[in-house]
C-alpha cells in the first residue's frame, strides 16, 4: 500500500455538491457495483446514507452508500467505490471506519460480493468474514456474504463467555485447525492429541473468525464448505474491531522486525486472539515459538507447543497436593493454586470491575504456565482464602505480578504490605532487579500499600527497583546506569539515583542514603554514613518480629500481625543510648535458648527508622500494634516503676540472612572472643563482611 493521503470524511444529502460525482462514480464503475438508478442515489442521500471521501480541495474520491434492515438489526453496504487514482491509499479504510463509528447501536455489518472479482484480500483487511457462499444472478458465478459484527451479546458470544467460566480456553493455529480437520494423516499425531479425552474437561480448543478467512482462498466449493461448518463446531472469540488493526499493524511490525515470513491469515488470526484478549495461542510453527518471549512482552500472549501444553496440564492433574507453607511463620497458610480452586477463589477475589469470565480464564492461563507463573493463594483458619498473588518469571531482571488481591480481612492492609515486601524479596533473591505489579484491577487497599512503598506509576502499573548488592557509593551509581539504559524510559528513576550518589558530599548524608537504601532494597552503600548496630535479641522475641525461619521451629507460630507488619518495635531497659542513632542499620544477634537451634548467630539485618525514650506506658500506647511485648514485661522492662524510662527502637524491612552467622565468626570478624550480650556500634568495614557472609549462597 502507498502511502496514506489526508481526506475528510463526511455524511452528504440530496443537497450536497458531491452527490452528482458520487453517481458519476457509481455509473463508470458499474461492472463491478450492483446496479443503481439516479433515483435510489438520491434517496439514499436523502436519508443520510452516503458517506464520502474528500481530498485536501475538497474534490470527491470515493464514497460508502449503505441501508439498513430494522427486521435483522444490521447494517448492509451497497456501494464502496473510490476513484481509480486514489485507490490503495487507505481511504476505503476511513470510508468503513466511520460506518462502524456511527452504527454501533446495530449488531454489525454486512455485504455481498462476486468471489470473481478478487477482493477477499480488500474485505478480510478491513476487518470483515466471510460466511457463506450463494450463486449469483449471473449463470455461472458466486457470491459471498461478508460480515463485520460489532461485538454485541449474543447466543455465540455468551457462549464463548460461558466456555471461559469452565475451561481453559486457548487458541489453536491455523495449521493445527487443518491437522485436526484431517485426522488421517500420520503425520497430524502432535495436533490430534490435544482432542485426548482426558482434555476435554480441562481444555476448550478455539479459533477467531480468521480461520474463515483463511478457508475461503481454498477454490473447491465442497471442501470449502466442509471445512466452513467443521470451524464452527469450535468456540469462536469476539473480536472488538475497535482495537484489530491497532493490533495488526504492531503485529505486522513485529514479525517484519524479526524478518519472519508468516502466512496473512495467520498474523490475521494471532491479531484476533490478542485483540479478543485471550491470553494462549498453541502452534507448532517454530517461528512463532521462538519469537514468544517477544509476543508476551509485547501483548501478553503465551506462545506454546501443543506437547508442552498437554504435558504442563498433566502435571497438574496428576500432582499430589502442593505442601502448604507457613507464611512469614505464622499459621496462616501459603500454597501453590491448584486446578479446580477456580470457582472459590473467583468468589472471594474477583474484582467488581471484571468479569467472573475473565478473571476465571487469567487465572486458568498462569496455572496452564507452572514453568513460567506461580500461583499462590494465603488461607486461613479452615482454609479461607485471604489472599492472593501470582508471579511471572518471563523476563530474567524482573518479577512481575499480574494478579495481586487481598480479601476483606481485618488484616488486610498488613497483608497487603507483607506480600509487597515479599514479592521484592523473592525477586530480588533470583537476582532480579525490579519487580512490576501490573494487576489493573487492583483495590484500594493495595493501590494505598503500593504507594506508601518504593513502587511508583508506569504506563502499565507500577515499578520498584530490589537490588541484591553491597556497593560504595560510586560502583552502585554506575550499576544503576547501566540498568537505565538497557532496560529504557521507564527505569529513568535509576539513573536519577545513580546522579544522588555521584555527588561527593552524598554519602556524609544519612538521611538521603537511608532513602536510597529503601528505594533500592535490599542494596547496601558500603561507604554511606549510617550507624550500624549489633544488638542481640532473645529468640522467643525474634520469632514473632522478623525471623521465620525460627517460627518455624514453633508448633503455634508467630502471632499473624506481628510477623506480617513490615515494621516493629522492639523494648530495651535504660536510658542512655549508647550508641543507638537513627536512621541506622541493625544486624540482629539472635542469642542462645534451649527451645531453639540454630540460634546464638547473626540471623538479619533490618533498617533503624526511629528511636525514641519515654515512659512505660506512653511507649506501650504509641507502638502496641507493632511491639512484640505484652504490658507486663514492658513494664518489667521499667523495672515496675511507671516512671522510670525505657527505650523503643522501631525498625523495618528486615532481611533474614540465608546464611546465619555464627558467634565463632562473628568473633573471627571482630577479632576478639566476646562474647554479644548487649548492643553495640560497628564500623562500616566490619559491616560490609558480616552482611556478605549473611547474603553468601
Known amino acids: 500500500m502507498t502511502e496514506n493521503i489526508q481526506v475528510m470524511i463526511k455524511v452528504i444529502d440530496e443537497n450536497s455538491p458531491h452527490l452528482q460525482t458520487v453517481i458519476e462514480l457509481g455509473d463508470a464503475n458499474k461492472a463491478t457495483l450492483s446496479f443503481f438508478r439516479k433515483g435510489a442515489f438520491c434517496e439514499h442521500a436523502a436519508r443520510r446514507q452516503i458517506i464520502v471521501a474528500l481530498d485536501p480541495q475538497a474534490a470527491c474520491i470515493g464514497y460508502l452508500l449503505y441501508g439498513y434492515s430494522r427486521l435483522y438489526d444490521r447494517i448492509t453496504i451497497i456501494h464502496l467505490c473510490l476513484d481509480p487514482s486514489h485507490r490503495r491509499k487507505g481511504v476505503a479504510r476511513k470510508l468503513v471506519d466511520y460506518l462502524i463509528k456511527i452504527t454501533q447501536q446495530y449488531s454489525g455489518i454486512g455485504l455481498t460480493c462476486r468471489r470473481d472479482y478478487k477482493l477477499d484480500n480488500t474485505w478480510s483487511k478491513l476487518g470483515f468474514v466471510p460466511q457463506y457462499d450463494k450463486p449469483a444472478k449471473t449463470p455461472g458465478k458466486e457470491l459471498t456474504y461478508w460480515w463485520l459484527d460489532h461485538g454485541h451479546s449474543n447466543l455465540f458470544s455468551n457462549a464463548a463467555t460461558r466456555q471461559r467460566e469452565e475451561k481453559l480456553c486457548v487458541v ?212 479461607q482464602p485471604v489472599a492472593l498473588v501470582v508471579y511471572d518469571r518471563h523476563k530474567i531482571h524482573e518479577l512481575e505480578i499480574p494478579i495481586l488481591r487481598v480479601g476483606s480481612n481485618p488484616l488486610a492492609a498488613t497483608i497487603a504490605h507483607h506480600l509487597l515486601f515479599q514479592a521484592a524479596s523473592v525477586s530480588a533473591r533470583e537476582q532480579r532487579q525490579f519487580t512490576r505489579i501490573t494487576d489493573p484491577y487492583l483495590e484500594e487497599t493495595l493501590t494505598k500499600a503500593i504507594q506508601e512503598d518504593a513502587f511508583i506509576r508506569v504506563k502499565n502499573g507500577w515499578l520498584r527497583a530490589n537490588i541484591a548488592i553491597s556497593e560504595k557509593a560510586s560502583q552502585l551509581s554506575l550499576h544503576l ?197 548487649s548492643r553495640f556500634r560497628i564500623p562500616p568495614e566490619i559491616f560490609v563482611k558480616l552482611y556478605s557472609l549473611g547474603t553468601q549462597s
Open 172 to 383: 489453536i493455529d491455523t495449521n493445527i485447525f487443518f491437522d485436526l480437520y484431517d485426522p488421517e494423516n500420520i503425520n497430524n499425531e502432535e495436533s490430534k492429541a490435544l482432542l485426548a479425552d482426558w482434555l476435554h474437561t480441562e481444555l476448550d480448543l478455539c479459533l477467531t473468525d480468521a480461520i474463515f478467512n483463511k478457508i475461503n482462498t481454498i477454490t473447491n466449493i465442497d471442501k470449502r464448505k466442509h471445512q466452513h461448518s467443521f470451524a464452527k463446531k469450535f468456540t469462536r472469540l469476539p473480536c472488538p474491531t475497535q482495537k484489530l488493526d491497532t493490533v495488526y499493524k504492531s503485529l505486522s511490525n513485529l514479525f517484519s522486525k524479526k524478518a519472519i515470513g508468516i502466512d496473512e491469515f495467520e498474523l490475521l488470526h494471532i491479531a484476533r486472539t490478542i485483540a479478543s484478549d485471550f491470553h494462549i495461542f498453541v502452534t507448532r510453527d517454530i517461528h512463532i515459538l521462538d519469537i514468544g518471549d517477544e509476543l508476551y512482552d509485547h501483548f501478553r500472549l503465551s506462545i506454546i507447543h501443543p506437547n508442552n501444553l498437554i504435558i504442563q496440564l498433566d502435571e497438574l492433574r496428576r500432582k499430589p497436593e502442593y505442601q502448604p507453607v507457613r507464611l512469614a511463620g505464622t499459621l496462616l497458610k501459603q500454597n501453590r493454586v491448584q486446578i479446580g480452586q477456580q470457582n472459590i477463589l473467583t468468589d472471594y477475589f474477583q474484582s467488581c470491575n471484571e468479569t467472573r469470565a475473565d478473571f476465571q480464564q487469567r487465572l486458568r492461563r498462569f496455572l496452564a504456565e507452572p514453568d513460567k507463573f506461580e500461583c499462590l493463594v494465603i488461607l486461613e483458619n479452615e482454609n
Open 481 to 677: 546506569v547501566n540498568l537505565a539504559n538497557n532496560f529504557g524510559q521507564e527505569y529513568d528513576f535509576c539513573r536519577q539515583i545513580a546522579e544522588v550518589l555521584n555527588n561527593g558530599t552524598s554519602t556524609s548524608d544519612n538521611q538521603t542514603m537511608t532513602q536510597i537504601e529503601r528505594f533500592l532494597w535490599p542494596a547496601k552503600v558500603t561507604d554511606a554514613d549510617i550507624p550500624i548496630l549489633i544488638i542481640p535479641i532473645d529468640p522467643h522475641w525474634a520469632k514473632d518480629l522478623f525471623d521465620d525461619k525460627l517460627a518455624y521451629q514453633y508448633i503455634l507460630g508467630a502471632k499473624t500481625e506481628l510477623a506480617l507488619n513490615r515494621e516493629a518495635v522492639y523494648y530495651c531497659s535504660g536510658n542512655k543510648l549508647r550508641g543507638l542513632e537513627a536512621p541506622g542499620r541493625i544486624l540482629w544477634y539472635v542469642s542462645d535458648d534451649r527451645g531453639y537451634y540454630n540460634v546464638k548467630s547473626i540471623r538479619a539485618c533490618s533498617r533503624l527508622d526511629e528511636v525514641i525514650i519515654g515512659k512505660p506506658k506512653t511507649l506501650f500506647r504509641q507502638f502496641r500494634k507493632f511491639g512484640v511485648y505484652e504490658w507486663e514485661k514492658v513494664f518489667q522492662l521499667a523495672k515496675n516503676d511507671l516512671n522510670n524510662d525505657i527505650i523503643a527502637i522501631r525498625f523495618s524491612d528486615t532481611e533474614v540472612f540465608s546464611s546465619s552467622i555464627t558467634l565463632e565468626k562473628v568473633q573471627q570478624v571482630l577479632g576478639n572472643r566476646s562474647t554479644i550480650q
